[in-house]
């Protein structure tokens, strides 16, 4: 069975670009999460959708940040116009529908630069 | 809200040396507690975890229990290897939070032959 996978694995840009992420759970989860690392500090929740709905979006840092989960399938993560403090490892993470609460499976994430 | 402090790193031990990487929350309720490991190039692998006070979390040869009067998990193993070598993370979910976990800041663990 494929784990979470998530792309780019890298990515560098340069402030005021665009950059979109993207995460595939594993096949049949429900449940979806976002979260960051910043400059080896601690990961943080960014948001968690359950299908297609966001059932929580408390951690977006901005409105420069915008999160997709069309289909209820694999989700999209925009950051528009990036800013130097937005680098960071973004981590995708799936579990289990149902209880929120099932283990959760993450990526390896993606490294975003922004310069 | 909730939190988790982690000790500091980065650790570094010889091959069969006794670790333990100390983690203390902050939560209201019962959290459940994890810890969870980084190896290079992977995602973060779950790797032991305690939903109650007093309860024990164990796996790989490394053991956590969970001390609500202290407010502390923390991570031991008595024989570290090579392979352990990887960044290990506390971690809580709350009783309310949807599922969404609070992490500390990571310890970077090296092992030595």
């Known amino acids: 069975e494929a784990g979470v996978t998530q792309f780019p694995s890298h990515s560098v840009i340069e402030k005021g670009q665009t950059v979109t992420l993207r995460c595939d759970p594993i096949?049949?989860?429900?449940?979806l999460y976002w979260y960051r690392r910043v400059m080896g500090k601690e990961i943080k929740f960014l948001l968690h959708f359950v299908k297609e709905s966001k059932q929580d979006e408390s951690g977006m840092p901005n409105n420069r940040f915008l999160a997709e989960r069309t289909g209820g399938t694999y989700s999209t993560l925009k950051v528009q116009p990036a800013e130097l403090e937005d680098s960071g490892v973004y981590f995708c993470a799936s579990s289990q529908p149902g209880r929120s609460y099932n283990e959760q499976f993450f990526g390896p994430g993606t490294r975003l630069t922004v310069l | 809200g909730n939190s988790v402090t982690q000790m500091e790193g980065p650790v570094t031990l010889s091959e069969e040396a006794f670790l333990t990487i100390n983690c203390t929350y902050t939560?209201?309720?019962?959290?459940?507690l994890f810890w969870y490991v980084q190896y290079p190039g992977e995602g973060l692998q779950l790797l032991l975890k305690?939903?109650?006070?007093?309860d024990k979390g164990s796996n790989k040869g490394f053991e956590a229990t969970y001390r609500k009067e202290t407010t502390s998990f923390h991570l031991e193993k008595g024989s570290v290897q090579v392979s352990d070598s990887a960044v290990y993370f506390c971690?809580?979910?709350?009783?309310?939070?949807?599922?969404?976990?609070?992490f500390g800041q990571g310890t970077i663990l090296t092992v030595h032959p």
């Open positions: 096949s049949g989860h429900d449940n």
């Open positions: 305690a939903t109650k006070a007093d």
């Open positions: 939560a209201t309720g019962y959290p459940s």
């Open positions: 971690a809580l979910r709350g009783g309310t939070s949807y599922g969404k976990l609070t």
